[in-house]
Protein backbone atom coordinates (compact mmCIF):
# COMPACT_ATOMS: atom_id res chain seq x y z
CA UNK A 1 0.00 0.00 0.00
CA UNK A 2 1.32 3.50 -0.86
CA UNK A 3 1.86 5.86 1.68
CA UNK A 4 -0.73 8.06 0.54
CA UNK A 5 -3.68 5.27 0.84
CA UNK A 6 -2.32 4.20 4.31
CA UNK A 7 -2.69 7.78 5.62
CA UNK A 8 -5.62 8.17 4.29
CA UNK A 9 -6.79 4.57 5.52
CA UNK A 10 -5.52 5.80 8.55
CA UNK A 11 -7.35 9.12 9.07
CA UNK A 12 -11.22 7.13 7.59
CA UNK A 13 -9.98 5.01 10.70
CA UNK A 14 -9.84 7.29 13.16
CA UNK A 15 -12.90 9.21 11.72
CA UNK A 16 -15.13 6.03 12.21
CA UNK A 17 -13.69 5.48 15.67
CA UNK A 18 -14.19 8.78 16.92
CA UNK A 19 -17.63 8.81 15.10
CA UNK A 20 -18.29 5.58 17.61
CA UNK A 21 -17.19 7.06 20.60
CA UNK A 22 -19.95 10.01 20.11
CA UNK A 23 -22.43 7.39 19.04
CA UNK A 24 -21.42 5.62 22.20
CA UNK A 25 -22.07 8.44 24.97
CA UNK A 26 -25.09 9.63 22.81
CA UNK A 27 -26.31 5.62 23.65
CA UNK A 28 -25.13 5.43 27.20
CA UNK A 29 -27.60 9.04 27.79
CA UNK A 30 -30.46 7.47 25.95
CA UNK A 31 -29.78 4.18 28.16
CA UNK A 32 -29.58 6.05 31.53
CA UNK A 33 -32.99 7.88 30.48
CA UNK A 34 -34.55 4.77 29.13
CA UNK A 35 -33.61 3.07 32.57
CA UNK A 36 -35.29 5.67 34.22
CA UNK A 37 -38.47 5.86 31.90
CA UNK A 38 -39.20 2.32 32.00
CA UNK A 39 -39.00 1.78 35.87
CA UNK A 40 -39.50 5.00 36.95
CA UNK A 41 -42.96 5.67 34.82
CA UNK A 42 -45.00 2.25 36.21
CA UNK A 43 -44.38 3.57 40.09
CA UNK A 44 -45.40 7.03 39.06
CA UNK A 45 -48.80 7.23 40.16
CA UNK A 46 -50.92 10.07 42.07
CA UNK A 47 -49.70 8.53 45.42
CA UNK A 48 -46.50 9.44 45.20
CA UNK A 49 -47.50 13.22 45.33
CA UNK A 50 -50.45 12.95 47.79
CA UNK A 51 -49.01 10.03 50.42
CA UNK A 52 -46.19 10.64 52.51
CA UNK A 53 -43.76 7.80 53.42
CA UNK A 54 -45.03 4.60 54.93
CA UNK A 55 -43.62 1.22 56.28
CA UNK A 56 -43.26 -1.06 53.02
CA UNK A 57 -46.48 -2.47 51.74
CA UNK A 58 -48.38 0.32 53.21
CA UNK A 59 -48.61 2.46 49.83
CA UNK A 60 -46.33 5.64 50.83
CA UNK A 61 -45.75 8.61 48.60
CA UNK A 62 -42.71 10.59 48.57
CA UNK A 63 -44.67 14.10 49.44
CA UNK A 64 -42.67 14.30 52.28
CA UNK A 65 -39.43 14.49 50.16
CA UNK A 66 -40.81 16.25 47.17
CA UNK A 67 -42.10 18.97 50.09
CA UNK A 68 -38.73 18.82 51.90
CA UNK A 69 -36.76 19.09 48.84
CA UNK A 70 -38.26 22.08 47.65
CA UNK A 71 -38.28 23.96 51.18
CA UNK A 72 -34.28 23.40 51.55
CA UNK A 73 -34.01 24.27 47.50
CA UNK A 74 -35.74 27.39 48.07
CA UNK A 75 -33.86 28.75 51.21
CA UNK A 76 -30.69 27.88 50.11
CA UNK A 77 -31.29 30.31 46.82
CA UNK A 78 -32.49 32.61 49.45
CA UNK A 79 -29.23 32.73 51.24
CA UNK A 80 -26.95 31.95 48.14
CA UNK A 81 -28.44 33.91 44.95
CA UNK A 82 -27.59 37.38 46.77
CA UNK A 83 -24.22 36.57 47.86
CA UNK A 84 -23.40 34.73 44.55
CA UNK A 85 -24.34 37.62 43.00
CA UNK A 86 -23.05 40.08 44.63
CA UNK A 87 -19.73 38.11 44.60
CA UNK A 88 -19.97 37.79 40.72
CA UNK A 89 -20.29 41.55 40.60
CA UNK A 90 -17.41 42.38 42.91
CA UNK A 91 -15.29 39.90 40.58
CA UNK A 92 -16.35 41.92 37.31
CA UNK A 93 -16.53 45.45 38.34
CA UNK A 94 -14.57 45.89 41.19
CA UNK A 95 -12.19 43.04 41.25
CA UNK A 96 -10.88 42.81 38.11
CA UNK A 97 -6.92 42.96 37.96
CA UNK A 98 -6.67 42.83 41.36
CA UNK A 99 -5.18 40.66 43.63
CA UNK A 100 -8.00 40.31 46.07
CA UNK A 101 -9.92 40.06 42.82
CA UNK A 102 -8.12 36.65 41.81
CA UNK A 103 -7.75 34.97 44.61
CA UNK A 104 -11.38 35.22 45.21
CA UNK A 105 -11.88 33.91 41.62
CA UNK A 106 -9.42 31.02 42.43
CA UNK A 107 -11.13 30.42 45.93
CA UNK A 108 -14.74 30.51 43.96
CA UNK A 109 -13.36 27.79 40.99
CA UNK A 110 -12.49 25.59 44.17
CA UNK A 111 -15.17 25.80 45.66
CA UNK A 112 -17.00 24.88 42.30
CA UNK A 113 -15.07 21.63 41.89
CA UNK A 114 -14.60 20.89 45.43
CA UNK A 115 -16.55 17.24 46.34
CA UNK A 116 -19.73 18.28 47.64
CA UNK A 117 -19.51 15.79 50.61
CA UNK A 118 -16.85 17.65 52.29
CA UNK A 119 -19.29 20.75 52.18
CA UNK A 120 -22.10 18.35 54.02
CA UNK A 121 -19.12 17.52 56.07
CA UNK A 122 -17.88 21.19 57.19
CA UNK A 123 -21.92 22.22 57.76
CA UNK A 124 -22.16 19.05 60.28
CA UNK A 125 -19.18 20.77 62.10
CA UNK A 126 -20.40 24.09 61.93
CA UNK A 127 -24.12 23.75 63.06
CA UNK A 128 -25.05 19.83 63.66
CA UNK A 129 -22.71 19.73 66.85
CA UNK A 130 -22.65 22.56 68.27
CA UNK A 131 -26.56 22.97 67.86
CA UNK A 132 -27.13 19.13 68.78
CA UNK A 133 -29.09 18.03 65.81
CA UNK A 134 -29.72 18.08 62.49
CA UNK A 135 -32.17 20.54 60.73
CA UNK A 136 -33.53 21.49 57.44
CA UNK A 137 -31.35 25.14 58.01
CA UNK A 138 -28.41 22.77 58.24
CA UNK A 139 -29.36 21.19 54.80
CA UNK A 140 -30.13 24.50 53.24
CA UNK A 141 -26.86 26.06 54.07
CA UNK A 142 -25.06 23.38 52.55
CA UNK A 143 -26.92 23.72 49.35
CA UNK A 144 -26.22 27.47 49.41
CA UNK A 145 -22.65 26.60 49.98
CA UNK A 146 -23.18 24.52 46.75
CA UNK A 147 -25.14 27.16 44.69
CA UNK A 148 -22.73 30.36 45.47
CA UNK A 149 -19.91 29.44 43.16
CA UNK A 150 -22.17 28.71 40.11
CA UNK A 151 -24.01 32.15 40.37
CA UNK A 152 -20.83 33.72 40.93
CA UNK A 153 -19.03 32.40 37.78
CA UNK A 154 -21.92 32.82 35.48
CA UNK A 155 -22.38 36.32 36.86
CA UNK A 156 -18.76 37.41 36.43
CA UNK A 157 -19.12 35.60 32.85
CA UNK A 158 -22.43 37.48 31.88
CA UNK A 159 -21.35 41.25 33.19
CA UNK A 160 -18.00 40.90 31.49
CA UNK A 161 -20.07 40.41 28.02
CA UNK A 162 -22.05 43.93 28.95
CA UNK A 163 -20.48 46.23 26.49
CA UNK A 164 -18.53 49.16 28.59
CA UNK A 165 -20.51 51.61 26.39
CA UNK A 166 -22.97 51.08 28.09
CA UNK A 167 -21.29 51.68 31.14
CA UNK A 168 -19.75 54.59 30.41
CA UNK A 169 -23.03 56.19 28.85
CA UNK A 170 -24.22 55.69 32.19
CA UNK A 171 -21.23 57.17 34.17
CA UNK A 172 -20.96 60.18 31.40
CA UNK A 173 -24.66 60.94 32.86
CA UNK A 174 -23.25 61.33 36.67
CA UNK A 175 -25.18 57.53 37.91
CA UNK A 176 -23.24 56.56 40.96
CA UNK A 177 -22.15 53.07 40.68
CA UNK A 178 -24.71 51.24 42.23
CA UNK A 179 -27.56 52.82 39.78
CA UNK A 180 -25.28 52.04 37.07
CA UNK A 181 -24.86 48.50 38.17
CA UNK A 182 -28.65 47.31 39.16
CA UNK A 183 -30.43 49.51 36.21
CA UNK A 184 -27.75 49.17 33.79
CA UNK A 185 -25.55 46.12 33.98
CA UNK A 186 -27.33 43.62 35.59
CA UNK A 187 -30.39 44.73 33.64
CA UNK A 188 -28.37 44.13 30.13
CA UNK A 189 -26.76 40.67 31.89
CA UNK A 190 -30.39 39.45 33.40
CA UNK A 191 -31.17 36.77 31.53
CA UNK A 192 -27.71 35.58 31.80
CA UNK A 193 -27.75 36.15 35.45
CA UNK A 194 -31.53 33.88 35.71
CA UNK A 195 -29.58 30.87 33.59
CA UNK A 196 -26.94 30.93 35.91
CA UNK A 197 -29.33 31.13 39.03
CA UNK A 198 -31.27 28.12 37.17
CA UNK A 199 -28.25 26.05 36.43
CA UNK A 200 -27.48 26.21 40.42
CA UNK A 201 -30.63 24.95 41.53
CA UNK A 202 -30.32 21.99 38.92
CA UNK A 203 -27.34 21.33 40.87
CA UNK A 204 -28.97 21.75 44.18
CA UNK A 205 -32.07 19.92 43.48
CA UNK A 206 -29.69 16.62 42.88
CA UNK A 207 -27.21 16.61 45.24
CA UNK A 208 -27.43 14.04 47.65
CA UNK A 209 -24.13 13.49 49.97
CA UNK A 210 -24.36 16.91 51.83
CA UNK A 211 -27.73 16.18 52.77
CA UNK A 212 -26.76 13.06 54.63
CA UNK A 213 -24.25 15.07 57.29
CA UNK A 214 -26.50 17.82 57.42
CA UNK A 215 -30.86 17.09 57.16
CA UNK A 216 -30.52 13.50 57.26
CA UNK A 217 -33.95 13.31 55.93
CA UNK A 218 -37.13 12.45 57.55
CA UNK A 219 -39.51 9.32 57.15
CA UNK A 220 -42.75 11.49 58.84
CA UNK A 221 -43.81 14.78 57.52
CA UNK A 222 -41.43 17.80 58.15
CA UNK A 223 -41.82 21.24 57.67
CA UNK A 224 -40.23 22.56 60.67
CA UNK A 225 -36.29 23.61 59.79
CA UNK A 226 -35.28 23.12 63.02
CA UNK A 227 -35.63 19.85 62.57
CA UNK A 228 -34.69 16.61 60.44
CA UNK A 229 -35.71 16.86 56.84
CA UNK A 230 -36.74 14.79 54.39
CA UNK A 231 -35.90 15.20 50.81
CA UNK A 232 -35.65 13.86 47.48
CA UNK A 233 -32.67 12.45 47.14
CA UNK A 234 -32.18 11.16 50.22
CA UNK A 235 -35.15 9.30 50.20
CA UNK A 236 -34.00 7.28 46.90
CA UNK A 237 -30.74 6.91 48.45
CA UNK A 238 -32.85 4.90 51.26
CA UNK A 239 -35.49 3.45 49.19
CA UNK A 240 -32.94 2.34 46.51
CA UNK A 241 -30.47 0.50 48.81
CA UNK A 242 -33.85 -1.29 50.74
CA UNK A 243 -35.06 -4.66 50.77
CA UNK A 244 -38.62 -3.88 49.73
CA UNK A 245 -40.02 -3.89 46.23
CA UNK A 246 -42.08 -0.80 46.33
CA UNK A 247 -39.75 1.04 48.42
CA UNK A 248 -37.15 0.89 45.08
CA UNK A 249 -40.35 1.31 42.60
CA UNK A 250 -40.59 4.92 44.48
CA UNK A 251 -36.62 5.41 44.28
CA UNK A 252 -37.21 5.04 41.07
CA UNK A 253 -40.38 7.17 40.56
CA UNK A 254 -38.24 9.51 42.67
CA UNK A 255 -34.79 9.12 40.56
CA UNK A 256 -37.12 10.28 37.10
CA UNK A 257 -38.89 13.01 38.61
CA UNK A 258 -35.23 14.58 39.66
CA UNK A 259 -33.77 13.65 35.73
CA UNK A 260 -37.10 15.09 34.63
CA UNK A 261 -36.61 18.37 36.55
CA UNK A 262 -32.99 18.74 36.51
CA UNK A 263 -32.64 18.03 32.29
CA UNK A 264 -35.61 20.47 31.87
CA UNK A 265 -33.45 23.40 34.06
CA UNK A 266 -30.55 22.51 31.84
CA UNK A 267 -31.66 22.14 28.81
CA UNK A 268 -33.48 25.35 29.34
CA UNK A 269 -30.85 27.94 30.88
CA UNK A 270 -28.65 26.45 27.45
CA UNK A 271 -31.32 27.70 24.92
CA UNK A 272 -31.34 30.55 26.50
CA UNK A 273 -27.48 31.23 26.70
CA UNK A 274 -27.20 30.21 23.38
CA UNK A 275 -29.87 33.09 22.15
CA UNK A 276 -27.84 35.90 23.90
CA UNK A 277 -24.14 34.66 22.57
CA UNK B 1 -15.24 41.05 21.73
CA UNK B 2 -14.00 44.77 21.20
CA UNK B 3 -17.07 45.41 22.70
CA UNK B 4 -16.62 44.00 25.88
CA UNK B 5 -14.72 45.40 29.07
CA UNK B 6 -11.47 44.07 29.10
CA UNK B 7 -7.90 44.70 31.18
CA UNK B 8 -6.99 47.93 32.12
CA UNK B 9 -9.15 50.07 29.64
CA UNK B 10 -11.88 48.19 32.03
CA UNK B 11 -9.46 49.87 35.15
CA UNK B 12 -9.91 53.50 33.79
CA UNK B 13 -13.69 53.51 33.92
CA UNK B 14 -14.21 51.57 36.76
CA UNK B 15 -12.28 53.67 38.96
CA UNK B 16 -12.93 56.78 37.97
CA UNK B 17 -16.99 55.40 38.27
CA UNK B 18 -17.04 55.51 42.02
CA UNK B 19 -15.09 58.72 42.69
CA UNK B 20 -17.41 61.93 41.65
CA UNK B 21 -20.25 61.35 43.24
CA UNK B 22 -19.80 61.60 46.47
CA UNK B 23 -22.57 60.42 47.50
CA UNK B 24 -23.26 57.56 51.04
CA UNK B 25 -25.15 54.74 48.77
CA UNK B 26 -22.04 54.35 46.99
CA UNK B 27 -19.81 53.12 49.14
CA UNK B 28 -22.21 51.39 50.94
CA UNK B 29 -22.76 49.51 48.06
CA UNK B 30 -19.21 48.83 46.91
CA UNK B 31 -19.04 47.93 50.54
CA UNK B 32 -20.99 44.94 50.07
CA UNK B 33 -19.78 44.17 46.77
CA UNK B 34 -16.44 43.53 48.81
CA UNK B 35 -17.56 41.83 51.53
CA UNK B 36 -19.24 39.13 49.81
CA UNK B 37 -16.19 38.45 47.99
CA UNK B 38 -14.28 38.48 51.01
CA UNK B 39 -16.98 35.91 52.32
CA UNK B 40 -16.05 33.98 49.27
CA UNK B 41 -12.58 33.38 50.50
CA UNK B 42 -13.36 33.05 54.20
CA UNK B 43 -15.91 30.69 53.66
CA UNK B 44 -12.78 28.42 51.97
CA UNK B 45 -10.69 28.77 55.21
CA UNK B 46 -13.79 28.31 57.25
CA UNK B 47 -14.23 24.56 55.05
CA UNK B 48 -10.88 23.94 55.68
CA UNK B 49 -10.42 25.15 59.29
CA UNK B 50 -13.51 22.64 60.71
CA UNK B 51 -12.47 19.71 58.71
CA UNK B 52 -8.75 20.34 60.32
CA UNK B 53 -10.30 20.71 63.47
CA UNK B 54 -12.86 18.11 62.64
CA UNK B 55 -10.08 15.10 62.29
CA UNK B 56 -7.14 16.67 64.79
CA UNK B 57 -7.93 14.38 67.12
CA UNK B 58 -7.76 10.72 64.95
CA UNK B 59 -4.40 12.32 63.44
CA UNK B 60 -3.07 12.82 66.98
CA UNK B 61 -4.59 9.47 68.18
CA UNK B 62 -2.86 7.75 65.42
CA UNK B 63 -0.31 9.59 63.76
CA UNK B 64 1.37 10.28 61.29
CA UNK B 65 1.12 6.89 59.61
CA UNK B 66 -2.99 7.57 59.81
CA UNK B 67 -1.99 8.18 56.43
CA UNK B 68 -1.39 4.71 54.80
CA UNK B 69 -2.01 2.55 57.81
CA UNK B 70 -4.50 -0.05 56.09
CA UNK B 71 -6.25 -0.51 59.24
CA UNK B 72 -9.84 0.01 60.08
CA UNK B 73 -11.58 -1.66 62.05
CA UNK B 74 -14.53 -0.17 63.86
CA UNK B 75 -14.61 -2.81 66.55
CA UNK B 76 -10.96 -2.62 68.02
CA UNK B 77 -11.17 0.97 67.67
CA UNK B 78 -8.21 1.31 64.74
CA UNK B 79 -8.18 3.12 62.16
CA UNK B 80 -6.10 4.42 59.13
CA UNK B 81 -6.58 6.11 55.83
CA UNK B 82 -4.31 3.66 53.47
CA UNK B 83 -7.14 1.43 52.11
CA UNK B 84 -9.27 4.64 51.29
CA UNK B 85 -6.80 6.72 49.57
CA UNK B 86 -5.35 4.06 47.37
CA UNK B 87 -9.16 3.06 46.77
CA UNK B 88 -9.66 6.76 45.45
CA UNK B 89 -6.79 7.23 43.31
CA UNK B 90 -6.95 3.82 42.28
CA UNK B 91 -10.68 4.04 40.84
CA UNK B 92 -10.13 7.94 39.57
CA UNK B 93 -7.06 6.54 37.74
CA UNK B 94 -9.40 4.30 36.21
CA UNK B 95 -11.90 6.93 35.09
CA UNK B 96 -9.31 8.83 33.70
CA UNK B 97 -8.24 6.12 31.47
CA UNK B 98 -11.52 4.78 30.23
CA UNK B 99 -12.24 8.37 29.68
CA UNK B 100 -9.41 9.93 27.66
CA UNK B 101 -9.44 8.23 24.35
CA UNK B 102 -13.62 8.50 24.73
CA UNK B 103 -12.52 12.65 25.30
CA UNK B 104 -10.17 12.59 22.62
CA UNK B 105 -12.48 10.66 20.12
CA UNK B 106 -15.60 13.00 20.81
CA UNK B 107 -13.88 16.04 20.70
CA UNK B 108 -12.51 15.28 17.09
CA UNK B 109 -15.79 14.37 16.24
CA UNK B 110 -17.27 17.44 17.56
CA UNK B 111 -14.66 19.83 16.11
CA UNK B 112 -13.81 18.26 13.16
CA UNK B 113 -16.43 15.75 11.61
CA UNK B 114 -19.79 16.82 12.77
CA UNK B 115 -21.82 18.78 9.88
CA UNK B 116 -23.14 21.88 11.33
CA UNK B 117 -26.38 21.39 12.12
CA UNK B 118 -25.50 17.95 13.66
CA UNK B 119 -23.01 19.24 15.85
CA UNK B 120 -24.68 21.46 18.22
CA UNK B 121 -27.25 18.79 19.45
CA UNK B 122 -24.75 16.07 20.34
CA UNK B 123 -22.32 18.47 21.83
CA UNK B 124 -25.73 19.79 23.85
CA UNK B 125 -26.73 15.86 24.54
CA UNK B 126 -23.21 14.61 25.76
CA UNK B 127 -23.15 17.54 28.25
CA UNK B 128 -26.46 15.95 29.86
CA UNK B 129 -24.35 13.28 30.70
CA UNK B 130 -22.91 15.63 33.02
CA UNK B 131 -26.36 17.04 34.24
CA UNK B 132 -27.56 13.82 35.28
CA UNK B 133 -27.19 13.97 39.31
CA UNK B 134 -24.98 11.76 40.89
CA UNK B 135 -27.16 9.25 42.60
CA UNK B 136 -28.74 8.86 39.14
CA UNK B 137 -25.51 7.04 38.12
CA UNK B 138 -25.46 5.00 41.56
CA UNK B 139 -28.80 3.34 40.76
CA UNK B 140 -28.52 2.72 37.27
CA UNK B 141 -25.09 1.26 38.01
CA UNK B 142 -26.64 -0.53 41.01
CA UNK B 143 -28.90 -1.96 39.02
CA UNK B 144 -28.29 -2.21 35.20
CA UNK B 145 -23.96 -1.98 35.43
CA UNK B 146 -23.43 -3.88 37.98
CA UNK B 147 -25.14 -7.28 36.99
CA UNK B 148 -24.17 -6.55 32.86
CA UNK B 149 -19.89 -7.09 34.24
CA UNK B 150 -20.75 -9.68 36.37
CA UNK B 151 -22.32 -11.64 33.78
CA UNK B 152 -20.89 -10.98 30.86
CA UNK B 153 -17.38 -8.91 31.58
CA UNK B 154 -15.87 -10.38 34.37
CA UNK B 155 -16.15 -14.48 34.10
CA UNK B 156 -14.07 -14.41 30.40
CA UNK B 157 -11.93 -11.47 31.73
CA UNK B 158 -11.10 -13.73 34.92
CA UNK B 159 -10.88 -16.81 32.20
CA UNK B 160 -8.39 -15.33 29.76
CA UNK B 161 -6.09 -13.10 31.48
CA UNK B 162 -6.13 -14.06 35.20
CA UNK B 163 -3.69 -17.17 34.24
CA UNK B 164 -1.21 -14.53 32.84
CA UNK B 165 1.36 -13.78 35.46
CA UNK B 166 1.85 -10.14 36.43
CA UNK B 167 -1.57 -8.46 34.56
CA UNK B 168 -3.21 -11.44 35.59
CA UNK B 169 -3.21 -9.93 39.26
CA UNK B 170 -5.16 -7.21 38.26
CA UNK B 171 -7.89 -9.86 37.02
CA UNK B 172 -8.60 -11.90 40.13
CA UNK B 173 -11.77 -12.83 42.32
CA UNK B 174 -14.63 -13.63 41.78
CA UNK B 175 -16.82 -11.90 39.48
CA UNK B 176 -19.14 -9.77 41.98
CA UNK B 177 -19.98 -7.21 39.62
CA UNK B 178 -19.65 -4.64 41.92
CA UNK B 179 -15.92 -3.43 42.44
CA UNK B 180 -12.67 -0.95 41.53
CA UNK B 181 -13.31 -1.66 37.90
CA UNK B 182 -17.26 -1.01 37.81
CA UNK B 183 -16.72 2.15 39.94
CA UNK B 184 -13.79 3.61 37.33
CA UNK B 185 -16.11 3.11 34.52
CA UNK B 186 -19.22 4.69 36.22
CA UNK B 187 -16.68 7.65 37.01
CA UNK B 188 -15.44 7.59 33.21
CA UNK B 189 -19.20 8.26 32.30
CA UNK B 190 -19.83 10.96 34.28
CA UNK B 191 -16.00 12.86 33.87
CA UNK B 192 -16.23 12.21 30.27
CA UNK B 193 -18.52 15.59 29.14
CA UNK B 194 -16.26 17.48 31.43
CA UNK B 195 -13.03 16.69 29.58
CA UNK B 196 -14.56 16.57 26.34
CA UNK B 197 -15.99 20.03 26.69
CA UNK B 198 -12.93 21.44 27.62
CA UNK B 199 -10.86 19.78 24.70
CA UNK B 200 -13.43 21.23 22.36
CA UNK B 201 -13.00 24.50 24.20
CA UNK B 202 -9.19 24.40 23.90
CA UNK B 203 -9.56 23.14 19.99
CA UNK B 204 -11.41 25.61 19.18
CA UNK B 205 -9.26 28.34 20.13
CA UNK B 206 -6.33 26.64 18.12
CA UNK B 207 -5.35 29.46 15.04
CA UNK B 208 -7.19 28.54 12.12
CA UNK B 209 -3.82 29.72 10.48
CA UNK B 210 -2.01 27.00 11.50
CA UNK B 211 -4.39 24.21 11.13
CA UNK B 212 -5.15 26.02 7.14
CA UNK B 213 -1.02 25.99 6.72
CA UNK B 214 -0.73 22.10 7.62
CA UNK B 215 -3.98 21.50 4.91
CA UNK B 216 -1.93 23.47 2.51
CA UNK B 217 0.58 20.68 2.75
CA UNK B 218 -1.43 18.35 1.83
CA UNK B 219 -2.20 16.70 5.88
CA UNK B 220 -4.98 14.32 6.19
CA UNK B 221 -7.93 15.60 8.84
CA UNK B 222 -6.28 12.96 11.46
CA UNK B 223 -3.08 14.63 10.80
CA UNK B 224 -4.04 18.15 11.32
CA UNK B 225 -5.66 17.00 14.76
CA UNK B 226 -2.99 15.10 15.89
CA UNK B 227 0.00 17.03 14.43
CA UNK B 228 -1.18 20.72 15.36
CA UNK B 229 -4.06 21.21 17.01
CA UNK B 230 -3.59 18.70 19.86
CA UNK B 231 0.47 20.04 20.14
CA UNK B 232 -1.20 23.12 20.32
CA UNK B 233 -3.00 22.69 23.20
CA UNK B 234 -1.67 20.20 24.82
CA UNK B 235 -0.78 22.11 28.52
CA UNK B 236 -4.65 22.87 28.70
CA UNK B 237 -5.92 19.75 27.79
CA UNK B 238 -3.33 18.25 30.61
CA UNK B 239 -5.10 20.59 32.96
CA UNK B 240 -8.48 19.27 31.72
CA UNK B 241 -7.86 15.52 32.03
CA UNK B 242 -6.46 17.09 36.05
CA UNK B 243 -9.96 18.55 36.31
CA UNK B 244 -11.54 15.37 35.46
CA UNK B 245 -9.28 13.23 37.90
CA UNK B 246 -10.49 15.93 40.17
CA UNK B 247 -14.24 15.32 40.26
CA UNK B 248 -13.37 11.46 39.83
CA UNK B 249 -11.68 11.80 43.30
CA UNK B 250 -14.28 13.42 44.96
CA UNK B 251 -17.47 11.58 43.90
CA UNK B 252 -19.60 10.02 46.32
CA UNK B 253 -23.22 8.64 45.79
CA UNK B 254 -22.55 6.89 42.47
CA UNK B 255 -19.19 5.36 43.70
CA UNK B 256 -20.88 4.22 47.38
CA UNK B 257 -23.84 2.18 44.57
CA UNK B 258 -21.11 0.47 42.50
CA UNK B 259 -17.93 -0.19 44.73
CA UNK B 260 -18.40 -2.87 47.26
CA UNK B 261 -17.58 -0.85 50.04
CA UNK B 262 -14.89 -3.45 51.18
CA UNK B 263 -12.20 -1.73 53.92
CA UNK B 264 -9.81 -4.21 52.47
CA UNK B 265 -7.16 -3.58 49.84
CA UNK B 266 -6.99 -5.54 46.81
CA UNK B 267 -4.88 -4.93 43.17
CA UNK B 268 -7.39 -6.77 41.77
CA UNK B 269 -9.44 -4.55 39.52
CA UNK B 270 -12.71 -6.76 40.47
CA UNK B 271 -12.60 -6.55 43.57
CA UNK B 272 -14.65 -4.48 45.87
CA UNK B 273 -12.83 -1.17 47.78
CA UNK B 274 -13.87 2.02 49.08
CA UNK B 275 -12.49 5.45 48.67
CA UNK B 276 -12.82 8.15 50.66
CA UNK B 277 -15.95 9.87 50.08
CA UNK B 278 -18.08 6.75 49.83
CA UNK B 279 -16.40 5.61 53.27
CA UNK B 280 -17.38 8.82 54.61
CA UNK B 281 -20.84 7.97 53.27
CA UNK B 282 -21.33 4.76 54.48
CA UNK B 283 -20.28 4.86 57.90
CA UNK B 284 -21.10 8.28 59.32
CA UNK B 285 -24.75 6.67 60.55
CA UNK B 286 -22.77 4.39 62.34
CA UNK B 287 -20.75 7.22 64.24
CA UNK B 288 -21.54 8.81 66.97
CA UNK B 289 -20.56 12.61 67.52
CA UNK B 290 -17.28 12.65 69.88
CA UNK B 291 -16.43 8.98 68.51
CA UNK B 292 -12.74 8.53 67.39
CA UNK B 293 -14.38 6.91 64.44
CA UNK B 294 -16.15 10.49 63.55
CA UNK B 295 -12.97 12.05 63.88
CA UNK B 296 -11.02 9.27 61.82
CA UNK B 297 -13.89 10.01 59.28
CA UNK B 298 -13.23 13.90 59.43
CA UNK B 299 -9.58 13.60 59.04
CA UNK B 300 -10.54 11.56 55.77
CA UNK B 301 -12.57 13.84 54.34
CA UNK B 302 -9.68 16.66 55.57
CA UNK B 303 -7.05 14.11 53.00
CA UNK B 304 -9.59 14.11 50.26
CA UNK B 305 -9.79 18.27 50.52
CA UNK B 306 -6.08 18.43 50.22
CA UNK B 307 -5.77 15.68 47.65
CA UNK B 308 -8.88 17.56 45.40
CA UNK B 309 -7.39 21.25 46.40
CA UNK B 310 -3.83 20.54 44.57
CA UNK B 311 -5.33 18.58 42.10
CA UNK B 312 -7.72 21.00 40.86
CA UNK B 313 -5.10 24.04 41.75
CA UNK B 314 -2.84 22.25 39.03
CA UNK B 315 -5.62 21.77 36.57
CA UNK B 316 -6.47 25.54 36.93
CA UNK B 317 -2.79 26.59 36.34
CA UNK B 318 -2.47 24.77 33.23
CA UNK B 319 -6.23 25.54 31.73
CA UNK B 320 -5.46 29.08 32.27
CA UNK B 321 -2.04 29.19 31.23
CA UNK B 322 -3.69 28.20 27.67
CA UNK B 323 -6.10 29.94 27.22
CA UNK B 324 -5.40 33.07 27.60
CA UNK B 325 -1.84 33.23 26.06
Known sequence: MSSLARRRATDYTVKVISTGFAALSLVLLAWILWTLISRGLPALGPHVFTRITLPPGAGGGLLNAIVGSLIQIGVALVIGTPIGLMCGTFLSENGRNTQVGNAVRFVNDVLLSAPSILIGLFVYQLLVVPFGGFSGWAGSLALAILIIPVVVRTTEDMLNLVPIGLREAAFALGAPQWKVVIMITWRAARAGIVTGILLSLARAAGETAPLLFTSLGNNGWSISMDQPMASLPIAIYQYAASPFEDWVALAWAGALLITAGVLALNIVSRLVLAQMK | ?325
Open chain 2, 1 to 325: MDATLSGTQADAVLKTAHKPTGRISDPIFVGILWSCGIFVLLLLGLIIAMLFEGGFPALREFGISFLWSTDWNPVTEKFGAGVMVFGTLFSAVIAVIVALPLSFGIAFFLTEIAAGPLRRPIGVAIQLLAAIPSIIYGMWGFFVVVPLIAAYVQPPLIEWLGPIPLIGALFQGPPLGAGMLTAGVILAIMILPFITAMFVEVLESVPPMLKESAYGVGATTYEVYRNVSVPYGRTAMVGAVMLGLGRALGETMAVTFVIGNATRMSASLFAPGSTIASTIANEFPEASIGSLKLQSLMQLGFILFVISFIVLALSRMLVRSKLKG
